[in-house]
């Protein structure tokens, strides 16, 4: 892979009243064509401000940043626009303009001084709409679009351009989930397909640990941290930059789960590892209540014939097909037992 960008001591922020004011600091990093790399990080770490940095819309406050072997201050904004496209969050301004015109203006660095559209850039125009399925919206006004739809197409417009680098700050924010993944894996294929160098800021963390080929970790007590996910698992970065009380991150599979307080116990009997048996334990979870191996007064008996069996005193009591029954009936069940033994303990009987 060849570096197409990097950034050495750079520092990102802007101007305020009676000065400036620094966002992030000594960052040194690389970004390779044909890899997508995600940028990680809290609110308010920065990569807003990085990213509008590295395309040029606003100056860094030090260091530098090289574009194809080049200070990206060399550039004129016409050379700009045939090496890097940019998706910023915020797309809202755009108006009386139909979908298909929006992706159109992505060829505007090749049209000329008049903007005329050739075949080619028709067929372009068109190709783009095809690959962000969106074809259907392409006679609809900007307006008339559901912040979703018009997300979709300012990347549509980003493929358009043609460019080797493609800057995307939240591409995702205002997708539904299965979009979020399309939109995720389509830009992981142009990347390898195309060669492209693809850099996108977003907040879905388990997404990007599942597809980006790199990951920037940003924050501003820890800095910059960069490197593929699964090593970033292994050394303890992403526990570092991301873990907190109830959030649990497992490095053998590089994913993050909720750690759910319980103050009950059952004990649970069937097979392990069955979807029945495992999906049974999470509902009892993130109910408050934990699984055990030593048998109690209560416990439930998953016999992977689609029931699930509360059971009193080693007997069965009641029968049930859906997880959500049984947990109707096994907290009062629990309460039940839990009363009865504070009043064995306390000598009471049921008319005191």
Request: one cysteine or more.
């Amino acid at each position: 892979m060849s570096t197409s960008i990097e950034i050495k001591d750079l520092s990102t922020g802007y101007k305020i009243k009676g000065g400036t004011k620094v966002v992030a600091s000594g960052l040194s990093a690389a970004l390779s064509s044909g890899e997508m790399t995600c940028l990680l990080g809290p609110n308010g770490a920065g990569k807003s401000t990085l990213l509008r940095t590295l395309s040029a819309f606003q100056p860094a406050l030090g260091g530098s940043i090289e574009v194809a072997g080049q200070d990206i201050r060399k550039y004129t904004s016409q050379e700009l626009a045939r090496l890097i496209s940019v998706v910023l969050t915020d797309n809202s301004g755009i108006k009386n303009m139909t979908a298909e015109e929006v992706v159109a203006m992505g060829r505007s660095p090749y049209t000329g001084f008049w903007g005329r559209l050739k075949d080619k850039d028709r067929q372009i125009v068109a190709k783009c709409l095809n690959w962000v399925g969106i074809e259907e919206l392409k006679g609809r006004k900007m307006q008339t679009l559901s912040d979703g739809e018009r997300q979709k197409v300012m990347i549509a417009k980003a493929i358009a351009q043609e460019t080797p680098i493609i800057f995307l700050d939240e591409p995702t924010a205002y997708l539904d989930y299965p979009s979020k993944i399309q939109m995720m894996l389509l830009l992981h294929r142009l990347a390898k397909a195309l060669k492209k160098t693809i850099f996108m800021s977003t907040h879905d963390l388990e997404h990007a640990l599942q597809v980006a080929d790199q990951v920037w970790l940003l924050d501003q007590r820890e800095g910059l941290t960069t490197g593929l996910p699964e090593d970033l698992s292994i050394d303890g970065s992403i526990e570092r930059y991301f873990a907190r009380d109830g959030l649990l991150f497992d490095r053998e599979s590089c994913s993050f789960s909720i750690e759910h307080e319980t103050a009950r116990e059952v004990y649970v009997e069937g097979k392990e590892g069955t979807l029945e048996y495992n999906l049974c334990c999470k509902a009892l979870i993130r109910n408050g209540i934990k699984p055990s191996m030593e048998k109690g007064d209560v416990g439930v008996r998953i016999p992977g014939d689609g029931t699930y069996r509360l059971m009193e005193k080693g007997q069965e009591s009641i029968k049930v097909e859906k997880i959500g029954h049984l947990l109707h009936m096994i907290v009062p069940t629990i309460t039940k037992y839990q009363i009865s033994a504070i009043r064995e303990a306390a000598d009471m009987n049921q008319y005191e």
